[in-house]
């Protein structure tokens, strides 16, 4: 059986990737000239500080799946998620998450509040953790 991380954070590659791309793709659409290459560079720059802004905080998550609860640190603080509350989960992976082996795990909660915990490197492997945590939340 594999070593597995109860504590995992997203993975970034893929930001910086799917960020990269939707640059390209809105530059296409833009009237770049000699004299306008100055804005074009600044506006470049700018492009990454958010991009860094973004890959910063969802660096700072961390989900920790324990036993009975997944606790979730943000910059917000800690949230525990007990698994009794969870009544359903999925995993959602695009054609990049899957490049990366990553992918976001969505947790159905009895209150109808869904929390999503992206970007967790091997997804499957942790929802079957996690579900199995279900089932076994659910028998006590």
Known sequence: MMNINRCVRPVIKKTIIKGTIILAVFSLFLEISPSKIINYIIFIVLWYVMLSMYMLWKRVHEYCIESNSIKV???????TIDLGQVIDCFVSQGILARRFNCGSIYLILRNGKVIIMRDVPQPNVYYEIICKGINNALNT
């Open 73 to 79: 640190r943000g910059f917000t603080g800690i949230k």
